[in-house]
């Protein structure tokens, strides 16, 4: 006798198991402290793409040491895999982009800091002010005096590499416009590539791996970023320089670029903020009109296209600006 399952009954089975499995996955400051690599968290990570504690453990340790897999969200996810894949590469270890023994060996080396910590909101940061909502329109954002944040509950996000839904997850009851409240975020002290002591002597921009790698004057990979590049044609090629490093950047819309969805007759300013098209800082390239810069939508790194510049998280560009001058070398490659 052949066993008949309908295709609703194995849904049914599925969707159970990886409840019950995401109800053992729990996150809290607790259990992702405490997580270790061993072969049964391997397949753990394998069947459960979101929100498992040891990935969250390792996107906190690779930040720390200056691979970024972007926002912290507990994700297996591309940019997570990207950024794995080169601190093995640096490492001396098979690049394959998948966490194992010898890659989480080398990692607990480079730090003995929790993941997760306690931190008390402040005053600076429940005050603002924050902007309602920042709109689509192109004329209506250069009406806005400043581009801020949103709310404290993205301000906090931001300040902790984290995504703001991992950040409500983590803090269930938090009140995160309350100083003086104590919550649970991810523990990215500045890395030493941020820190404005660690200098760059170039800058390699991959387009096929949506990457950006940072080398010493030695040709070590100091930095690894995941970024958002322009489509084949309207990435730039070649070999350009810096020009100029701006904080808290100006934008300046024009009608030229052409952005879908932008009925825009003439230039438009657009006032500084981290919520800005460039985000925090912009640094200019000897190409015109290009540079790499941060941006509004974290999330979205590494994984849209951008409209031609290079594009990273605000945190990850600030630690890069930190690292550069002018007439670094930033090279294209294919």
Not at 5 to 29: C, D, N, Y
Not at 59 to 72: E, P, Y
Not at 82 to 106: I, M, V, Y
Not at 222 to 248: L, M, Q, W
Request: glycine content about 8%.
């Amino acid at each position: 006798m052949r066993l008949m399952i309908s295709a609703g009954i194995l849904v049914a089975i599925f969707l159970s198991v990886t409840a019950t499995a995401a109800r053992a996955e729990q996150l809290s400051l607790a259990s992702v402290n405490v997580a270790e690599f061993s072969a049964k968290t391997s397949k753990r990570v394998k069947l459960l793409r979101k929100n498992t504690k040891l990935v969250l453990k390792t996107q906190i340790l690779l930040d720390r040491a200056g691979f970024s897999s972007g926002v912290i969200d507990a994700v297996n996810g591309r940019n997570f895999a990207r950024a794995l894949a080169a601190f093995q590469r640096e490492s001396g270890l098979t690049p394959s982009g998948k966490l194992d023994a010898a890659t989480w060996s080398k990692l607990i080396a480079t730090s003995s800091e929790p993941a997760l910590t306690e931190y008390e909101i402040t005053r600076e940061d429940a005050r603002g002010p924050f902007a309602e909502a920042i709109p689509e329109d192109w004329q209506k954002k250069a009406e806005l005096k400043r581009l801020a944040y949103t709310s404290p509950r993205e301000l906090l996000a931001e300040k902790f590499h984290m995504d703001e839904e991992l950040l409500e997850r983590l803090n269930p009851e938090g009140a995160f416009d309350q100083p003086g409240v104590r919550i649970v975020v991810a523990n990215v002290f500045p890395a030493p590539q941020a820190n404005g002591k660690a200098r760059a002597e170039r800058i390699q921009v991959d387009k096929k791996d949506w990457s950006v790698r940072v080398f010493d004057g030695g040709g070590k990979v100091i930095a690894f970023y995941p970024a958002s590049i322009g489509t084949d044609e309207k990435a730039p090629s070649g070999t350009h320089k810096i020009t100029r490093i701006v904080t808290n950047p100006v934008y300046v819309y024009n009608p030229a670029f052409g952005f879908a969805g932008a009925e825009v007759t003439k230039k438009l300013r657009i006032a500084p903020g981290p919520n800005n098209p460039v985000g925090s800082v912009w640094m200019n390239l000897t190409l015109h009109t290009y540079g790499i810069h941060g941006t509004a939508e974290p999330h979205k790194v590494g994984k849209v296209h951008s409209h031609g510049c290079v594009r990273l998280t605000n945190w990850d560009a600030r630690a890069l600006a930190a690292m550069v001058k002018k007439g670094t070398a930033v090279e294209f490659v294919e």
